[in-house]
């Protein structure tokens, strides 16, 4: 294995992920929404990945509620939850990195929508005023 297990084995991952089984982002579209693209296969595979990691993570997270509870929970149960959760977090990073950067929406505020669609849309008024 190389220096770095995830950028190693993520393509293999990448084609392990059946198109039956994508998982489509659950958000519809919004008021004040600009379609600007659809996803990528590569980017819904990246994103069904992660929406199965926190999937697997929020149904173990109660193995932690022991801890609140003075049960003692193993070294590898914290490990794993941990694993879990880092490598969720990074996925979705290099995800909208990847939209970001493919569409060249750094500087604007960019989402994934219902149907695979890649959007831009209005910073709220508050925050406007602010941006010069």
Not at 23 to 36: K, N, R, S, T
């Amino acid at each position: 294995m190389g220096e770095c297990a995830l950028i190693d084995l993520l393509p293999m991952e990448l084609s392990m992920v059946e198109e039956e089984h994508l998982i489509e982002p659950y958000e519809g579209l919004q008021p004040g929404d600009e379609i600007v693209g659809d996803m990528s296969d590569y980017e819904k595979r990246l994103l069904t990945i992660a929406e199965n990691l926190k999937e697997e993570y929020t149904s173990r997270k109660g193995e932690l509620l022991g801890l609140l509870l003075g049960i003692p929970v193993s070294r590898q149960v914290m490990a794993d939850l941990r694993r879990m959760c880092m490598k969720e977090e990074t996925l979705r990073n290099v995800l909208m990195y990847g939209i970001m950067e493919r569409f060249d929406l750094f500087g604007v505020n960019m989402g994934i929508r219902k149907g695979w669609k890649v959007v831009v849309y209005p910073s709220p008024p508050e925050l406007e005023k602010l941006l010069t």
